[in-house]
């Protein structure tokens, strides 16, 4: 029962958060960067801190205030499904803005790239 209510607030928090956004850039209706690259770009700059599946294996969670949340579980799954392109629309925003200790990477990211990260993000 408490997985339900964990994921439902997962589901509340992004989507909440998207519905109060600036515009994001849509999404491609095709992407040129691939699964594979999507997958190599996770693994450098996010599974440090997320872990290389999204389940925060092997992360030092005692260096943040407020870690990050398990991808891996049935709350992001939730949110994709009930969320749908407004959850999209909040994980880009995370990703682009940042958030407390998640670094921003508007300047380090093409949009595309970012979109690339929140499809690899649904499939993990
Ligand atoms: C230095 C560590 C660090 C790195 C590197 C990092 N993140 Fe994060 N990320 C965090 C932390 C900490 C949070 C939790 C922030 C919070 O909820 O206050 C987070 C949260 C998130 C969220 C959810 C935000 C929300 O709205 O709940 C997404 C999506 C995300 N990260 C994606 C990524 C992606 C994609 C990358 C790689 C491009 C990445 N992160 C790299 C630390 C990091």
């Known amino acids: 029962m408490s997985r339900y209510i964990s994921?439902?607030?997962?589901i509340?928090?992004?989507?909440?958060c998207a519905s109060a956004q600036r515009v994001v850039v849509p999404a491609p209706d095709t992407l040129s960067i691939s699964p594979a690259d999507?997958?190599?770009?996770?693994?450098?700059a996010c599974a440090?801190?997320?872990?290389?599946k999204?389940?925060?294996e092997g992360v030092d969670l005692s260096?943040?205030?407020k870690p990050p949340r398990d991808w891996s579980g049935i709350g992001p799954s939730f949110g994709f499904f009930f969320g749908g392109d407004k959850m999209r629309a909040g994980i880009?925003?995370?990703i682009h803005d940042g958030k407390d200790q998640?670094?921003?990477?508007?300047?380090?990211?093409?949009s595309e790239q970012i979109w690339a990260l929140v499809h690899h993000i649904e499939g993990l």
Do not use: N
């Not at 994921?7 to 997962?10: N, P, S």
């Not at 509340?12 to 909440?16: E, K, L, R, T």
């Open 7 to 10: 994921a439902l607030g997962f």
């Open 12 to 16: 509340v928090a992004i989507v909440g």
């Open 38 to 44: 999507a997958q190599s770009l996770w693994r450098s």
């Open 48 to 52: 440090p801190c997320h872990g290389l």
């Open 54 to 56: 999204g389940d925060l």
């Open 63 to 65: 260096v943040f205030k």
């Open 92 to 94: 880009y925003r995370s």
């Open 102 to 110: 998640m670094p921003a990477f508007a300047e380090i990211l093409s």
